[in-house]
């Protein structure tokens, strides 16, 4: 028995990043018992392999009904067949799951809302790929290993943002660079949350930054096609499994990684990655750099751990200011963006989504 789904494009990025190992080890969309592993203790069924973000197909109400373990769902996007799921088994999404990963239930929160926007029911099991057209020009970790070993970097540090670069970024970039022979700058340009910066805006600032500033020869900057999920500590985890599948050796993670309008604290994420770091169960080292700021009284960008100024003589590289600036196609102060990446940013004709 065949059925028929038409799936959006964030499903389509999953089940393509499945395809090409991004999510490795998923083959497939998460059944009852990786989804519950994940869900409840942020690992797979085997009970050992760190995962910490749901990928899940959902579907309406009469397809669910006639699914049985074996059945085919065709799935299709924009009307085309681009795979076929042999289902394994379903499940309904309820509140308390959701609570679990993003730990609120509040709709203000978009990757809740994102989540309550779909069907509850979901169905898991492995996809094989019918069109392959839809990899053409997908990120693939096969590509990204074999650049690293061409460049002879040993150890690379991924990052990790939805941003322009601004001084803070650049500091723990710095920072990562001076540790490591390579950094890998790698952008989410999947879906995000309406007043993101753009994908054009992201790529301009790092085009320049790379250009003028950085070794462009201990640089590498492409996106990372998914969707922000805005679930703060469990992202990051899930952002450096995807880094790690991409063959990176340390993963960059700053204060309130993928956090959204205070539901996280700033530094939840740090704790959620010392624990699994405690456990050495990752395969990925996870360098946690505390808040950079700029100090008035010692001229540069500096953190808590390296100045002694905090209370005093801490001025903030406030995303909100940058973003207001741009808004009125200002430049924001000079320590927290340089004017070479403003002036970059302010030619755009659309900056934020």
């Not at 723990?172 to 490591?180: F, G």
Request: glycine share 8%.
């Amino acid at each position: 028995m065949t059925l028929k789904c038409e799936i959006n494009e964030e499903v389509l990025q999953d089940l393509i990043n499945m395809e090409t190992g991004l999510f490795a080890p998923l083959d497939g969309f998460m059944g009852r018992d990786d989804f519950a592993g994940v869900v409840d203790n942020m690992v797979l069924a085997d009970g050992k392999t760190v995962w910490t973000i749901p990928i899940t197909l959902d579907v309406d109400k009469r397809v669910f009904r006639q699914c049985k373990p074996g059945t085919i769902i065709a799935l299709y996007s924009g009307g085309i067949h681009r795979a076929d799921l042999t289902v394994k088994d379903g499940f309904i999404l309820e509140d308390k799951h959701l609570e679990s990963v993003f730990r609120t239930l509040d709709l203000l929160h978009p990757g809740v809302a994102k989540e309550k926007s779909r069907f509850p029911y979901r169905v898991g099991g492995r996809i094989s790929v019918v069109d392959h057209r839809i990899l053409d020009g997908a990120l693939k970790p096969v590509e990204t290993k074999a650049y690293f070993k061409k460049m002879g970097w040993k150890t690379v540090a991924g990052f990790q943002t939805r941003n322009p670069i601004h001084n803070a970024h650049e500091h723990l970039q710095r920072l990562a660079l001076d540790l490591c022979d390579g950094l890998f700058i790698n952008p989410v340009t999947g879906w995000k949350k309406e007043g993101d910066f753009t994908e054009e805006a992201v790529a301009a600032a790092y085009q320049k930054m790379i250009s003028e500033f950085y070794p462009g020869n201990r640089v590498y900057f492409t996106g990372l096609k998914t969707q922000m999920r805005y679930a703060g500590p469990r992202e990051a985890i899930f952002h450096a499994t995807i880094r790690k599948n991409l063959g990176c050796t340390h993963f960059i993670i700053g204060r309130d990684h993928a956090g959204v309008g205070g539901f996280y604290g700033p530094y939840d994420a740090h704790a959620l990655a010392r624990e699994i770091q405690k456990a050495n169960k990752l395969g990925i080292e996870l360098l946690l750099f505390n808040e950079p700021y700029y100090c008035s009284k010692c001229g540069f960008i500096v953190s808590n751990k390296t100045c002694a100024h905090y209370d005093t003589h801490r001025v903030e590289v406030s995303g909100t200011i940058i973003r207001e600036c741009m808004d009125k196609k200002r430049l924001p102060p000079k320590h927290m963006m340089r004017p070479e990446i403003s002036v970059e940013l302010i030619k755009l004709d659309k900056i934020f989504i």
